[in-house]
């Protein structure tokens, strides 16, 4: 078990720049989530797959995000023309198919929009 | 819809002291209860979880949590806090779609 892992850890970009960042589960792990988390708050739900199906997209979800999972293991989500709103904290977590289980969460990539 | 309602942001306890982190739910059925810890500039790590049952949990690090669905809380304590126990707390609620509340902060004093 390697963990949940996210790359990049920062992320700096200009106003108006495209952005992605990725997401690879623990490897038999077949839930896949994103979460945004802005300072000092709690994380919200951005986005949920299983295997390769994005089942759930918050409303937070605006039409410039947009997530992938096209083989079901590694996840991108996409950022087009960022705002400074966007700066946050972008958090994965993934979780095994099978019933009543817990989010394993990576370090998260860290976004600032300037 | 389902929230968590973590009402305070900010506690401060001296270390060696008990500590009781608050936290009130929101949901339509059972719930799946969940605290994590989150240390600065990194994930959250999962601390205990609450599923069915007995409905006092134990975690790691010495923590534990108390599900009263009488009064839709799922408290965190811990009997004697050390100092690397500085961090924010985090309560959240749900499966697949998983509400967190908006944490506590906790610092301890030597």
């Known amino acids: 078990d390697t963990g949940v892992s996210q790359n990049p850890r920062h992320k700096i970009t200009k106003r108006g720049q495209n952005v992605t960042f990725r997401c690879d589960p623990i490897s038999e792990h077949n839930r896949l989530y994103w979460y945004r988390q802005t300072l000092g708050q709690g994380p919200e739900f951005l986005t949920y797959?299983?295997?390769?199906?994005?089942?759930?997209k918050s409303r937070l979800l605006s039409d410039r995000f947009s997530a992938e999972r096209p083989k079901g293991s590694f996840s991108t989500l996409e950022i087009q023309r960022t705002e400074q709103g966007d700066s946050a904290m972008y958090l994965c977590?993934?979780?095994?198919?099978?019933?009543?289980?817990?989010?394993?969460f990576g370090n998260g990539t860290r976004l600032t929009v300037t | 819809a389902q929230s968590v309602t973590q009402p305070d942001i900010h506690i401060t306890v001296s270390e060696g002291a008990s500590l009781e982190l608050r936290c009130n739910y929101s949901y339509g059925a059972t719930p799946y209860l969940f605290w994590y810890v989150q240390s600065p500039g990194q994930g959250l790590q999962l601390l205990l979880k609450y599923f069915s049952g007995d409905t006092l949990v134990q975690g790691i690090k010495g923590f534990e949590a108390e599900f009263k669905r009488s009064q839709s809380s799922f408290n965190l304590r811990k009997p004697s806090v050390h100092w690397s126990d500085a961090a924010e707390y985090f309560c959240?609620?749900?499966?697949?779609?998983?509400?967190f509340g908006a944490g506590t902060r906790l610092t301890v004093k030597p």
């Open positions: 977590a993934s979780s095994p198919d099978r019933g009543r289980t817990p989010l394993h």
């Open positions: 959240a609620v749900g499966n697949n779609d998983m509400r």
């Open positions: 797959f299983q295997n390769e199906a994005q089942l759930e």
